[in-house]
């Protein structure tokens, strides 16, 4: 029988706790008095204060003893975005989640916190200033994000005042700092492949990049502001820096800041987003002999060359969110996190 209510609500389990977001969640959980199991497919660091489980969250056996005594769930696990692996999507971020829940009922869990994203109402088209009322995308971007939809659904309607279980969802969008295996090394990889030399459209189109404290903060937030009588209870939640900035500038500030050029020429986003589905399509023919992963995918040429940013509104009023840390000071801290990706390294 589940023992709410007997619980430490300082107890938590972070699902994906080796990963970028996990661990920075896990540190700031540390430092705020939270004892911590983190479950994840790998064990990527140790530290005072924090329990390892290895497991895969599709093993209910598994999970469940990562989630003893643990009153709050954060479940920030997911296959990579460019993984493109619509299967494995399906599996961990789906069928997983509903084993998250059922795993989570079953060890009388109260409160889940899923790290959700902004993308679940991104079509490839702009979206200025997007509210979380904003529709699903009928036509998701990737099946990464096909994915994060459904699964964003499942823990929403799992939310229970009746049954004691409440949930809450936080979209971030562009998460970037150190330690991040994507954003900065992919950019670099790119300059360093001599690929970084054009703007896709006009370059004034504007984005949310969310530094990953501030992130950490939101979702902290929502899981202290989450009660019973809240108007969290089942609700989504934009959290970003709240500066959108333009796509082509945060590059450049990322690129010169680690010594490389920014880009400087133009190219139509018609004619780019074309050549990306083009080839896109023929890595999709020729998967069963030979697997590419370009670089330019429809998805990225999209995410560069339209507006995409979201108003975190609804945060600041019903959960007091500010970003903590400002843009500025955040693309400083990063790049300086990154000395072996300095040009010359
Ligand atoms: N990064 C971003 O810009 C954004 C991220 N998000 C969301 O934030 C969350 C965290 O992202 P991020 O930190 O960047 O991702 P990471 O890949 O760094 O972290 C995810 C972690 O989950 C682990 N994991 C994957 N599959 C399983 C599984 N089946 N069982 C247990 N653990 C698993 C991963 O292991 P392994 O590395 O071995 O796969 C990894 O350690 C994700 O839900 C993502 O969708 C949302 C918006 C933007
Ligand atoms: C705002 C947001 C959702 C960012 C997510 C992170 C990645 C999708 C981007 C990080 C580096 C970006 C990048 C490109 C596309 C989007 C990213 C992968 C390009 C491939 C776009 C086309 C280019 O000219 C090169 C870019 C390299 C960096």
Redesign the pocket.
């Given at each position: 029988i589940p023992k709410r209510g007997i619980k430490s609500s300082k107890r938590c389990a972070v699902i994906g706790g080796s990963g970028f977001l996990g661990r920075h969640l896990v540190e700031r959980l540390v430092d705020r008095g939270y004892t911590v199991n983190v479950f994840d497919i790998r064990q990527a660091y140790e530290l005072p204060g924090v329990t390892f489980h290895q497991g895969d969250l599709c093993d209910r056996q598994a999970l469940l003893l990562a989630l003893k005594e643990v009153s709050v769930v954060f479940h920030c696990a997911s296959p990579a975005?460019a993984s493109d692996d619509r299967a494995l999507f399906q599996r961990v971020n789906i069928d997983g989640t509903r084993t998250v829940i059922q795993a989570c009922h079953e060890a009388g869990v109260q409160k889940l916190i899923l790290t959700s994203s902004a993308?679940v109402v991104f079509e490839g088209t702009d979206i200025k200033n997007g509210r979380e009322d904003l529709p699903y995308a009928k036509k998701p971007i990737d099946y990464y994000t096909e994915t994060k939809i459904v699964q964003e659904k499942l823990v929403l309607e799992a939310c229970s005042k009746e049954k004691g279980f409440l949930t809450v969802a936080i979209r971030p969008?562009?998460i970037f700092g150190p330690r991040d295996p994507?954003?900065v090394p992919?950019?670099i990889d790119?300059a360093r492949r001599g690929?970084?030399k054009?703007?896709?459209g006009d370059g004034s189109n504007l984005?949310?990049?969310t530094y990953v404290e501030n992130v950490v903060h939101g979702h902290i937030l929502a899981a202290e502001h989450l009660k019973a009588d809240s108007p969290l209870c089942g609700q989504a939640y934009h959290i970003t820096n709240d500066e959108p900035v333009r796509?082509w500038d945060f590059?450049s500030q990322i690129l010169e800041g680690l010594g490389y050029s920014a880009?400087r020429y133009h190219l139509p986003y018609t004619l780019?987003y074309g050549i990306a589905l083009l080839l896109w399509l023929m890595a999709l023919v020729l998967r069963p002999l030979i697997r590419i992963k370009p670089?330019?995918t429809p998805?990225?040429?999209a995410?560069?060359g339209t507006h995409?940013y979201y108003s975190c509104a609804r945060a600041k009023k019903d959960m007091g969110y500010q970003p903590l840390v400002p843009l500025r000071e955040a693309i400083v801290r990063t790049v300086e996190s990154y000395p072996h990706l300095r040009k010359g390294a």
């Open positions: 975005p993308s969008h562009g994507q954003l992919i950019l790119t690929k970084m054009f703007i896709i984005v949310d990049f796509f590059m880009p780019v670089t330019f998805m990225r040429v995410l560069a995409h």
